[in-house]
Structure formats: structure tokens, C-alpha cells
């Protein structure tokens, strides 16, 4: 199984990004998804999950109402629709294959990530 990210950059505080990850080896509609970040000196942290089917999302306090993590299977792409960013949400996304099929903080296959930076 690979995943593989694209979409980060440099955006103003208050603007929009979108994140894609396509992933390629495992049926995609059997997997959980999702988002992890890590900005410098920081640990990783989970974003946002979209599990397999029976499950419901999920998406970290922090970004609530901001980010949405829309999925298409027939694509085999997940995506982080990421609104109103501030600088603190500046860090290196990454995009992950949950390990359970119900949204959780472990992750394995997570992609090479890609760089937001948010400018105050």
C-alpha cells in the first residue's frame, strides 16, 4: 500500500488550501483515512479520519468547523479541505492508513507528507 500526498503551500492567515492523497496497493473503500500534522518541535497529531464504511468521521477540537475531510473511493483520493487557516495550523501534513477500522490515533503507511505554511 502507498499513499502520496500533494496540494500543501505558502497561504495567508484566514485562506483556503486543499490536500489530496491518493493511495494505490489495497482496496481503498476497506480502509480508514486520514490527516496527521506535525509542526517543528512538536509530536504528530491526528487532524482528521474518515473510517471505513459504519463509521463515523472525525476531526481534532482544534479545527473544527475549519477543516472537512472530504473522500471519493471511486478515486481512491482522500482530501483535506482546509478553511479560515491560522498560523499555528503551519506544520507538515501527512496522510495515513488508520490501523483500525474505526477512527483512532493509530496510524500506519502514512505518506512522504506535504509542507502548509500559514503567514500571519
Known amino acids: 500500500l502507498q499513499v502520496e500526498e500533494s496540494g500543501g503551500g505558502l497561504v495567508q492567515a484566514g485562506g483556503s488550501l486543499r490536500l489530496t492523497c491518493t493511495a494505490s496497493?489495497?482496496?481503498?473503500?476497506?480502509?480508514?483515512m486520514g490527516w496527521t500534522r506535525q509542526a517543528p518541535g512538536k509530536d504528530r497529531g491526528t487532524v482528521a479520519c474518515?473510517?471505513?464504511?459504519?463509521?463515523?468521521?472525525a476531526s481534532a477540537d482544534s479545527v473544527n468547523g475549519r477543516f472537512t475531510i472530504p473522500r471519493d473511493n471511486a478515486r481512491n483520493t482522500l482530501y483535506l479541505q482546509m478553511n479560515s487557516l491560522k498560523h499555528e495550523d503551519t506544520a507538515m501534513y501527512f496522510c495515513?492508513?488508520?490501523?483500525?477500522?474505526?477512527?483512532?490515533?493509530?496510524?500506519?503507511?502514512w505518506g512522504q507528507g506535504t509542507q502548509v505554511t500559514v503567514s500571519s
Open positions: 495515513a492508513v488508520g490501523q483500525y477500522p474505526y477512527c483512532s490515533d493509530s496510524w500506519d503507511n
Open positions: 496497493g489495497s482496496t481503498f473503500r476497506d480502509l480508514t
Open positions: 474518515f473510517p471505513r464504511y459504519g463509521f463515523d468521521p
